[in-house]
């Protein structure tokens, strides 16, 4: 009997997917529990498992096109008597939320859980493109070669570790790679989409190297080009004087490591002064909408990480419950996280407000882009001595600049003003013997 | 250098090291004036004399036991089953008494023996349930016991030796389809080799076999087999389960990203799956095929019914048949 899939909810408040590659095609057989999509939400891929075995009778979405969670995107021909009943199969729909969410790490999708009754390993499906093995995805990573681009010559059009040595070789020897029939949906990407202009398609010089876009290159560019090209962005800065920290981290910090396990930095006290100052200036905790301004009760403060596959936004959620200690250890558990590619979907939405330490990589002042869907960004930059004049004497103190930009729509720059002024108030005020819980 | 068989290398290792060491002492049933059921002591019993070279009565418990005896009395006796199957009723001395008392003992008392076993069968051997059993699994679980299968000559006659001269108590496995199908090249005089390294045999890029006993002589038929399709094999000689040569095998499961383990015991909880645990924890992200064994089937022994033999142990057709499979995937 005909059964309906429809895009599941890949987590709490995912509201929309975007089928990233179809893995099975019309009239292929599905096992129950077998791989069907990839489905890629903000930054994380998930494979979406079959909730039936049957025959695939038509796909309803095409790669590449986002629709709402709920949305029918495949019908199935399924098998069986019980469980081929239609609300069974939405009673499974969601189940994939139960699957693995998959991680932050580019083509990384879930495995799915195991079935009982799964073919013999010697057996491959249909198709296994989409599917890869350990050797292939770390060959992957490691030569940063889009999957989807490769031709699969093993069992079901699988790719084998020779074939991705295959076309990193040829790609070396600037040979144009024979090219995956999956790839050509991706090849209109969404900047049409936003209004962008087209600009001239760039040429490959014999000179140049062409680095395939990795599914994490792709949303990073996406939301970049979203951000900048619909938000107003309004930026400003203040200096502070953070020789409190500075002074309290070296009197505590070694004892604070030995304690907690985590070393206590900078970033826990910009976090706790922001979310403190967006609890005076709550506007800055809040969503543009053509309706209205959404303002945020709860405050969730994404760190921006820096991994290899690139920047990622792992968010502390209410962390306005947090204190010193409690961020420290958050930031870092999402930190290690990001790093070793096992952020949960979870971990990487709600944000409502960000926080990146740019001062991490030496930077003096930055002019931050914002998260789409937040109203503000603060950059902490790097702490240096400077002089400064201290009632009327001139002083060396570590002085550090905080720089915010903010949606225009949403806030003016008296808010902005007013936010920074509340941040730095709060540095400023801490001290050696100011107290971390 | 002559040619030899598996079970002339044996027997010039016994007769060698008895001759170099006084302590060496040869003790099971028929060894001394039958000079062993497969020959393997012929002649000792006139070289060495009945007090070094010891017929027993038909009581394995009894030859473990006794040469659990002599070995912590300062003797290093070979204990020879008359065939594995036989070696349960000494199983419990060997696995409760000379595998722990070392450990047991802190450090005081040591077993160095030898328990020299016939084992395996095959097409041909027609050992039926009671003499072609393949027992490796049940000793290379045991902490203590060191546990080895050689199946080419050269390495027969080192390792034995090396054996000999250990301070632990060493299964020494034989397969009795090796004992005079294969013959090699081996040295008159003294050499060992070492217990523990496995053995690459042949080196190739698209599937890694691994194998012991005769059937790794099937698996190096079978790469030659592969050769002539396109397909090149490393084929690892897994000589040594006790100790595992874990960092070969890794390597070896490195080079290809698809592994075959070969064995003629029962495939469950075989030597292969500790193999394949291996590779898993430490080889994963080179793995571009799943783990497959080919093995001997979860069935009590090998039916003495030459269709009941050809049906449990694997040849060279089916372990190239699936090479050829793996190396498709």
């Known amino acids: 009997m005909e059964v309906t899939v429809k895009m599941p909810q890949l987590g709490e408040s995912v509201t929309e997917g975007t089928v990233s590659a179809w893995l099975k095609k019309p009239g292929d057989r599905v096992e129950r529990y077998e791989s069907l999509l990839e489905v890629i939400t903000d930054k994380v891929n998930a494979e979406v498992p079959s909730p039936h075995a049957g025959v695939v009778k038509a796909l309803l979405v095409k790669e590449g096109d986002t629709v709402p969670v709920g949305t029918p995107i495949c019908i199935l021909e399924a098998e069986g008597e019980g469980e081929a009943d239609a609300s069974a199969a939405e009673g499974h729909g969601p189940a994939a939320g139960a699957a693995p969410a998959g991680s932050a790490e580019p083509g990384a999708g879930a495995v799915t859980a195991a079935s009982t009754e799964s073919p013999q390993p010697f057996a491959p499906g249909q198709s296994e493109r989409g599917r890869y093995s350990p050797a292939v995805r770390r060959l992957a990573r490691e030569h940063g070669v889009d999957l989807t681009q490769v031709r699969g010559t093993g069992a079901g059009g699988r790719v084998t570790r020779e074939d991705v040595e295959r076309f990193v070789a040829q790609r070396a020897a600037g040979a144009p790679a024979p090219a995956a029939p999956a790839a050509v949906h991706r090849a209109a990407e969404a900047p049409a989409a936003h209004g962008a202009p087209a600009a001239p398609a760039p040429k490959l010089g014999p000179d140049d190297e062409l680095l395939p876009l990795t599914p994490i290159r792709r949303t990073i560019a996406r939301n970049m080009v979203l951000s900048a090209s619909t938000i107003p962005h309004a930026w400003t800065m203040v200096e502070a004087d953070v020789t409190g920290i500075e002074r309290l981290i070296e009197a505590r910090g070694a004892e604070f490591r030995a304690r907690e396990g985590v070393p206590l930095t900078f970033l826990p006290f910009a976090v706790k002064a922001a979310v403190e100052a967006l609890k005076v200036v709550p506007r800055l905790n809040a969503t543009w909408s053509e309706e209205g301004i959404i303002l945020h009760r709860r405050v969730h403060i994404g760190i921006a990480v820096a991994t290899e596959e690139g920047l990622v936004v792992p968010v502390v959620h209410d962390a306005d419950r947090l204190s010193i200690a409690g961020l420290a250890a958050a930031i870092a558990d999402l930190a290690a996280r990001a790093r070793a590619g096992t952020l949960k979907l979870d971990d990487m939405q709600g944000g409502t407000f960000t926080v990146d330490n740019t001062g991490a990589v030496g930077t003096e002042l930055s002019v931050p882009i914002l998260v789409p869907g937040q109203t503000g960004i603060l950059t902490t930059e790097r702490a240096k001595k400077k002089p400064v004049v201290v009632g009327d004497a001139i002083a060396i103190r570590t002085m550090m600049a905080l720089c915010l930009s903010i949606d225009h729509r949403v806030v003016d720059g008296a808010e902005a003003g007013r936010f920074l002024t509340e941040v730095r108030r709060r540095l400023e005020s801490v001290g050696p013997e100011t107290g971390l819980y | ?329």
């Open chain 2, 1 to 329: 250098m002559p040619e030899k068989t598996l079970i002339e290398a044996i027997h010039d290792a016994m007769d060698e090291e008895m001759a170099r060491d006084p302590s060496v002492v040869l003790l099971g049933e028929d060894v001394g004036l039958r000079g062993g059921v497969f020959r393997a002591s012929a002649g000792l019993i006139e070289k060495y004399g009945e007090a070094r070279v010891i017929d027993t009565p038909l009581a394995e418990s009894s030859i473990a036991g006794v040469a659990i005896g002599m070995a912590l009395n300062g003797l290093r006796p070979i204990a020879e089953m008359q065939f594995a199957d036989f070696s349960f009723p000494a199983f419990n001395q060997i696995q409760s008494e000379a595998a722990r008392m070392y450990y047991r003992s802190n450090g005081g008392w040591k077993v160095p023996m030898v328990v020299r076993m016939p084992y395996g069968g095959g097409p041909g051997v027609h050992g039926a349930l009671y003499h072609s059993q393949s027992v490796e699994a049940f000793y290379a679980h045991i902490p203590g016991l060191k546990v080895v299968l050689p199946s080419f000559p050269y390495d027969a006659k080192g390792m034995l030796k090396a054996a000999i001269r250990d301070d632990d108590p060493v299964i020494f496995l034989e397969h009795k389809k090796a004992y005079r199908s294969v013959r090699q090249e081996v040295p008159d005089g003294d050499y060992t080799v070492p217990l523990g390294p496995a053995e690459v045999r042949r080196e190739g890029r698209h599937v890694t076999i691994y194998s012991y006993g005769f059937l790794l002589h099937e698996s190096l038929r079978a790469a030659e087999q592969l050769k002539g399709e396109g397909i090149e094999c490393t084929v690892v000689d897994v000589r040594s389960l006790k100790p595992l040569d874990k960092k070969t095998i890794v390597e070896a499961a490195k080079l290809t990203g698809r592994v075959l383990i070969v064995h003629e015991d029962n495939v469950s909880f075989g030597a292969g799956a500790e193999i394949a645990a291996v590779i898993a924890e430490e080889a994963l992200f080179h793995l571009d095929a799943p783990v497959r064994r080919l093995c001997g089937p979860d069935v009590p022994g090998i039916g003495f019914n030459h269709v009941y033999e050809v049906e449990f142990t694997p040849d060279a057709a089916r372990i190239a048949a699936a090479a050829r499979e793996l190396a498709r995937y």
